[in-house]
């Protein structure tokens, strides 16, 4: 397999651009080199094994894309010669089914779909030129995925090497009724400054996101291990090497170091997350309980003479399960449970009330901003010192 430096791009959640690139200093023996942060994504310079171990490794990144071509765009033809011109059989052939995905920003481009389409029918048109032969398109389960990024003035083709996106770890079977997405999760506890060192407490665990991506952090199990990628199916990369680097994955596991607990109060979300930690091999990681999290668990409880972290998703107004004056009591009193209970710990909570720090009664040390889905929202993060007496309810 070549030692060759490739431009890649790998995206992500839009502030987690600064999580990413310090996660990818710690992939062992990965030697790809960020160029530049962009809003939601990271541009790398590197090797093909180096994107082997970072599909298999990184925990926030959405996606591995590999630059094929850049070029300047005027209209729609531009991005069919830019396609039509690329080795692309340097990478696949004639015979695989082929999809092609497009995105934009600031894109003069009328239609993004027809853009999409002289895309698709470059790469298509190379290969019946080259072979008299071209790939059959297939939205579902393509063999090859070729990406087209718009700008204001250009075009750029990357190989997808991902295949389906990578917060898909291959462990979720179902989930709650409003889910947070495994890259997300990872990097709320990255942001919020937790390590595995340290006890982790989540009281509205739904299906346990959170506390599944920090067991398996924990216990250093790769995200990438129980699923397959597009790289596998593309030329130039060396399988030997592939089954050498999930073997060092393997072999890199351990027991987590400090308590990983969760709670829910919906008696099937309990048993949602142990299904989903059991699939992620972290069943033995965790201890999972029904409660309250206004009358749940102290913290001598959950880590006898240790501090640690509440780190949660708590309903809002947004989500199904918070309606009405559940919505607009619960911060008040999830803040005199967190003063009352947890003085020594820390608490990092994602949120979207942008004024939540007053109806909690607490001051943040941090604020990031995120966005969960379309919900732009906050993730406030809170040294747990002794203070005022909780209010009277």
């Known amino acids: 397999m070549s030692d060759d430096q490739h431009s890649l791009y790998l995206p992500c959640p839009r502030g987690l651009e600064q999580a990413l690139r310090e996660e990818i200093a710690e992939i062992e023996g990965c030697g790809a080199q960020p160029q530049a942060e962009h809003a939601a994504g990271l541009s790398l310079r590197g090797s093909l094994r180096d994107v082997m171990l970072l599909n298999l490794h990184t925990r926030i990144a959405s996606r591995v894309l590999l ?4 070029g300047p765009v005027a209209h729609a033809d531009d991005i069919y010669r830019l396609a039509l011109r690329q080795p692309w059989a340097q990478w696949f052939d004639a015979d695989a089914t082929l999809r092609v995905d497009v995105t934009a920003e600031r894109s003069p481009m009328q239609s993004l779909h027809f853009a999409l389409l002289r895309a698709k029918d470059g790469v298509c048109d190379h290969f019946r030129l080259r072979d008299g032969r071209r790939p059959s398109v297939a939205r579902e389960n393509p063999q090859v995925r070729v990406h087209l990024h718009l700008d204001a003035s250009s075009a750029t083709l990357y190989l997808d090497t991902s295949g389906e996106a990578l917060f898909k770890r291959g462990w979720r079977a179902a989930h709650g009724e409003a889910p947070l997405k495994e890259n997300l999760a990872a990097g709320l506890l990255r942001l919020a400054g937790w390590t595995p060192q340290a006890a982790l407490y989540d009281p509205f665990c ?6 599944i991506e920090a067991a398996q952090r924990a216990c250093r199990i790769a995200p990438g291990l129980q699923r397959g990628f597009g790289f596998e199916r593309l030329s130039g990369f ?32 309990v048993a949602l997350t142990r299904d989903n930690a059991r699939r992620a091999g972290v069943e033995q990681a965790l201890q999972v309980r029904q409660g309250d999290a206004l009358e749940g668990p102290t913290p001598l409880e959950l880590a006898p003479e240790q501090s640690g972290w509440v780190l949660c998703n708590p309903p809002y107004a947004e989500r199904i399960e918070a309606k ?17 209970r947890f003085v020594g710990w ?14 909690l009664g607490l001051k943040a040390s941090r604020r990031h901003v995120l966005f969960n889905g379309p919900i732009e929202c906050r993730l406030f993060t809170f040294a747990l010192v002794a203070g005022r007496p909780p209010r009277k309810v």
């Open 238 to 269: 060396d399988p030997a090497v592939w089954r050498e680097l999930r073997a060092q994955a393997q072999a890199a596991r351990r027991e987590a170091p400090a308590p990983i607990v969760a709670a829910d109060i919906d008696p099937r979300m």
């Open 206 to 211: 739904g299906a346990g996101t959170i506390v």
């Open 324 to 340: 009405g004056a559940q919505a607009e009591d619960l911060l008040p009193r999830l803040g005199d449970r967190l003063k009352q």
């Open 67 to 70: 630059r094929v071509a850049q």
């Open 346 to 359: 820390n608490a990092a909570l994602l949120l979207a009330d942008l004024r939540a720090e007053r109806s």
